[in-house]
């Protein structure tokens, strides 16, 4: 895997994937950024959640489950001192479907936090305190 960070000028980077796609970034103004992108911290949590979303979207259609939306809300905390690392992050999974088990879910979860996502698994081992939680609505 490889990627490349470009600096533009400022705080602000575009940033481009071995696949070809690009995102920008930059800093808030108080850091010397104009706010015109995300912040590489916030590209990590996105990671963590499009990882295990990836993951547990997956896994449900694998079981043929009827599922029409998933989102995850993530909530991070991080570290008061430099370097201000993430301490904690929870996810939690709204998952709508059509007569959708909540021990489905549940599973997909779980197999999504402990085997699969990579990323959340990483920071896990690194000592972040990663935590999971879901709903399932009917629709």
Known sequence: MQATIKWVDGRLFVGESGS??????????DHGGRNLGVRPMEMLLL???GCSSFDVVDILQKGRHDIVHCTA????????????VFTKI???FKVTGKNL???AVERAVKLSAEKYC???IMLGKAGV?????FEVIEG
Do not use: K, Q, W, Y
């Not at 809300?73 to 201000?84: G, I, K, M, N």
């Not at 305190?129 to 939680?133: V, Y």
């Open 129 to 133: 305190e990663i935590s999971h939680d």
């Open 20 to 29: 070809g796609h690009t995102v920008v970034m930059d800093g808030p103004p």
């Open 47 to 49: 990671g963590i959640g």
């Open 73 to 84: 809300e993530l909530t991070a905390e991080r570290a008061d001192s430099v370097p201000a």
């Open 118 to 120: 990579s990323a959340s």
């Open 90 to 92: 929870h996810l939690h």
């Open 101 to 103: 088990p909540a021990a």
